[in-house]
C-alpha cells in the first residue's frame, strides 16, 4: 500500500470521526517512522494496588482486528511512572507470558535471555515502545533507541498478549487499549 494510500484512509477516518485528529500529533517518532500509517487504538494508564506504574498506547494499522491481534503489525508504548529494575520487568512479563502457555524450562530460559537483553533498568518517564511484526518477532525501543530483537513469532504474540489476548489478566486494561476497535 503506497503512503498516499495509507494517509487517505487515515483522513477518511478522521473525516468520519472514528479518529482524532490529535492523534497524529502525538504519535511518538518511532512510531511514525516504523509505522507511518499506524493510528492510536486507545491509550489508559495501569495502576496496581493503587500505584501508578505505567501509561500505556497502542497503535495499530488500518484493517485491524482485536481477536486476531497477532497477525497484525501494531506498536504498544509504556510510559514508566516510576522505577523499575530489568529482573522486575523480565519477571513480570515472563510470569505473563506462561499464563498463555506453559513453557518448558528451557523456552523460559530463552525468554529470559530475550527480555534481559532488550531492557535496560527503567526511570520514571523512560518509554519502552514494542513492535509486534507477525510472522517475524518484536522488535524494542527505549526512548527511541533501539534496545532489542526478538526473532521469534510466537515470543511476539504472547509477550503482546499480555496486553491484547482475550485472556489477559488485565481485562479493563485490553478494553482501554482496544476502545478503538469494534469485535474485540
Known amino acids: 500500500m503506497t503512503k498516499a494510500l495509507h494517509r487517505r484512509q487515515w483522513m477518511a477516518a478522521v ?22 500509517s499506524a493510528l492510536l487504538s486507545g491509550s ?7 500505584f501508578a506504574v505505567y501509561d500505556a498506547s497502542l497503535w495499530i494499522q488500518p484493517g485491524f482486528t482485536a481477536r486476531e491481534y497477532e497477525r497484525h503489525a501494531l506498536a504498544l508504548q ?4 516510576r522505577d523499575f529494575t530489568n529482573a522486575a520487568i523480565t519477571g ?22 530475550w527480555l534481559v537483553a532488550s531492557f535496560p533498568d527503567i526511570k520514571k518517564g ?43 489478566s488485565e481485562p479493563a486494561l485490553r478494553q482501554s487499549l482496544l476502545s478503538g476497535q469494534t469485535g474485540s
Open 15 to 36: 473525516a468520519a470521526g472514528l479518529w482524532p485528529i490529535s492523534a497524529l500529533a502525538d504519535t511518538p517518532p518511532e512510531v511514525r517512522g516504523l509505522m507511518p
Open 126 to 168: 523512560d518509554r519502552i515502545t514494542g513492535f509486534h511484526r507477525p510472522d517475524e518477532g518484536a522488535l524494542f525501543l527505549t526512548n527511541g533507541r533501539q534496545t532489542g530483537i526478538v526473532p521469534d513469532p510466537e515470543f511476539s504474540r504472547l509477550f503482546f498478549g499480555i496486553w491484547l489476548a482475550a485472556g489477559t
Open 78 to 81: 509504556l510510559r514508566y511512572l
Open 92 to 113: 513480570r512479563s515472563i510470569d505473563e507470558m506462561a499464563r498463555q502457555s506453559k513453557p518448558t524450562p528451557e523456552r523460559r530460559q530463552q525468554w529470559q535471555q
Open 44 to 50: 489508559t494508564r495501569f495502576s496496581y494496588w493503587g
